[in-house]
């Protein structure tokens, strides 16, 4: 056969291929979604982030019309879930809701997690962020930030702060108190910000910081005294509680965690889009609005480039910290 026409029939069917490959990926997005999708969680039941996924995964179910169930993969800092949304495929059944252990881990486990998560994922929106506060039992003797900061001093080693797991907010922000006040802490590490609460509220450790979601209740009912607000402004849930920024210590309000929802590298952009426009939608509803406030988080719900553009800064503000506080995957304290 002539080379010319070998070469028009090899062309010829390399565009057959893709057109129908793109036919099929329209026409998934078209039918989607056809069959329940599952929101998967790196942590704890009753922490920041699944609660926050719970509220999103109700609404955004009414809208799209398919069931969106939420599934807790606590454990390793939140990569369990990473992993497992990451190597699932692209067609928008399974999604990733998770905060900045995404960016945080590979960072300090480049070797067990070799990924780009901006490259790795397709950014959907982040649903919001969340001021950090920090936060001791009711019934401690530290009655304000100076008054820790002081004990640790005298006593290095004594005092004790939990968190979600290495690399998490709570941990970094800990961390980033220890470099500036210069003391020295044990760090308690849990399988989520949820179950490290709970043993602020018994009174097992010594301090925590801890997301702004839902702590106004644990304030209401005596087990909590919030000793600083990582925001640049007071906020009105904690009438006289200080700044961080007004105590001396800069920057905690720009290392506020977000909670944001993710698919898998690949995922079609109209299946991107239509995620995207729930989620959106839904936070726009003056009801959701509203229990987000009363949680005490912040609306964000941004389009997928403009989540994209924020992970990217968001792994370069938390290389910084982990460089100026010489945080390591080994880190028990500082």
């Not at 036919?23 to 056809?34: E, F, I, M, Q, V």
């Not at 398919?66 to 800092?77: D, L, Q, R, T, Y």
């Not at 929106?125 to 001021?131: A, D, L, Q, S």
Request: proline share 8%; charged share 20%; aromatic share 6%.
């Amino acid at each position: 056969m002539n080379p010319r026409n070998l070469a028009k029939r090899a062309l010829a069917a390399a565009l057959g291929t893709a057109l129908s490959a793109a036919l099929a990926t329209a026409a998934r997005a078209d039918d989607y979604p056809s069959r329940p999708i599952r929101m998967v969680v790196g942590y704890a039941a009753g922490g920041p982030t699944d609660v926050v996924a719970r509220v999103m995964a109700k609404e955004m179910s009414e809208s799209m019309g398919a069931s969106i169930v939420v599934e807790n993969k606590p454990g390793a800092s939140a990569s369990i879930a990473a992993n497992d949304v990451m190597r699932s495929p692209p067609d928008g059944y399974k999604l990733l809701v998770t905060s900045l252990t995404l960016n945080v881990n590979p960072l300090l486990y480049p070797k067990r997690y070799d990924y780009d998560p901006v490259k790795a994922f397709e950014p959907i929106t982040n649903f919001v962020n969340n001021p950090m506060l920090l936060v001791t039992n009711y019934d401690s003797p530290y009655k304000d930030l100076k008054s820790l900061i002081a004990d640790a001093k005298a006593h290095p080693g004594k005092l004790t702060f939990g968190s979600s797991g290495v690399g998490g907010s709570a941990h970094l922000a800990a961390e980033m108190l220890a470099t500036e006040a210069g003391i020295k802490m044990v760090h308690v590490p849990f399988k989520g910000n949820g179950p490290a609460l709970q043993e602020m509220v018994a009174g097992r450790i010594s301090f925590m910081f801890y997301p702004s979601v839902g702590i106004p209740n644990y304030v209401a009912a005596k087990q909590l005294r919030v000793l600083a607000v990582g925001t640049e402004k007071p906020q009105k849930e904690f009438p006289g509680v200080p700044t961080m920024d007004s105590l001396g210590f800069k920057g905690f309000e720009q290392g506020a965690p977000w909670i944001g929802m993710l698919a898998p590298a690949g995922t079609p952009k109209a299946i991107v889009d239509k995620l995207n426009k729930a989620a959106v939608d839904a936070l726009a509803k003056p009801a959701v609005r509203e229990q987000m406030a009363q949680l005490g988080a912040v609306v964000v719900a941004d389009s997928p480039e403009q989540f994209r553009q924020f992970l990217i800064q968001d792994k370069a503000r938390w290389a910084a910290v982990i460089k100026k506080g010489n945080v390591t995957a080994d880190d028990a304290g500082n």
